[in-house]
């Protein structure tokens, strides 16, 4: 024990021992090391475990002039409205780090984070993937974030955040394209216009900004696929997707197929 000294054989004594003779500090979580987690994006050895600290060291040691701001919202729609309009205004977007809703507690609380802060976990050792992708992590932890809380009786939800970027730029190129674009491509795709014919309409079609703006056969690629997933996972057949059928020249007739019998 660091406070009196005393040798214990187990954790669990040590424990035991902390709560019983010192539960003033134990109450006050003096024995809890918290893991500093979250990095300054500006320095190399500044962390601290919790935002607000990482916030102040922000203002303090680097001149900036960071607020964090409160929020309140009758209900959740309202919150998602809002939080759609924060990341639009500002090229962002905030994504859950974690979410509580423990059936004792009165909020259920989610927080985010600025989908830029982290680190870039590489799977295996493909760095020919991570080249041609780029990863959108920084590498450290921007100040934005959002911490909402629901109250689970009154629905009623109140909000704290930064809403503004710290150690990054905000490229267009790391958000997600707006719903509207993507259902335009998902009825285009389904109503069988081919992928060149639909880059060209998007660009007559849309004003295009930001993310939208940046949309290529990549983008139009990864909605086909997630489209046929779903359409799939309904059960649903699209028939207006055009495919080419190769058959055996032995056979006679064409067979009738149905959607699940295709192959990706
Ligand atoms: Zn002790
Ligand atoms: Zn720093
Ligand atoms: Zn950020």
Redesign the pocket.
């Known amino acids: 024990c660091d406070i009196c000294n005393v040798g214990f054989s187990t954790t669990q004594s040590l424990w035991r021992h902390r709560r019983r003779k010192h539960w003033k500090e134990h109450k006050a979580g003096m024995f809890y090391t918290k893991q500093k987690n979250l990095v300054c994006l500006l320095c190399d050895d500044f962390k601290c475990s919790v935002q607000a600290e990482l916030i102040d060291h922000y203002n303090s040691a680097h001149g900036k002039n960071l607020d964090v701001k409160c929020e309140a919202f009758e209900k959740e729609d309202k919150f998602i409205e809002w939080k759609a309009d924060l990341e639009k205004r500002t090229s962002?977007l905030f994504i859950i780090k974690t979410a509580r809703k423990g059936t004792h507690l009165q909020n259920e609380v989610k927080y985010y984070s600025?989908n830029?802060?982290g680190y870039f976990k590489r799977s295996g050792n493909n760095l020919r993937s991570l080249k041609k992708k780029g990863s959108c992590k920084v590498s450290g932890h921007?100040s934005?974030y959002i911490t909402m809380k629901r109250n689970k009786h009154t629905g009623y939800v109140t909000v704290d955040y930064c809403g503004e970027?710290v150690g990054?730029d905000l490229d267009p190129k790391y958000l997600k394209l707006s719903p509207d674009i993507r259902n335009y491509v998902a009825s285009a795709l389904s109503s069988g216009v081919n992928i060149d014919k639909l880059l060209e309409n998007l660009k007559e079609e849309f004003s295009m900004v930001g993310r939208d703006a940046l949309i290529s056969r990549r983008d139009i690629l990864n909605i086909r696929s997630k489209f046929i997933t779903e359409s799939v996972a309904r059960g649903s057949m699209i028939e207006a997707f055009l495919v080419t059928y190769y058959k055996l020249y032995t056979m006679s007739d064409v067979p009738k197929f149905r959607f699940a019998e295709f192959i990706r």
Do not use: D, G, Q
């Open positions: 962002s600025c830029r802060s921007c934005a970027h990054h």
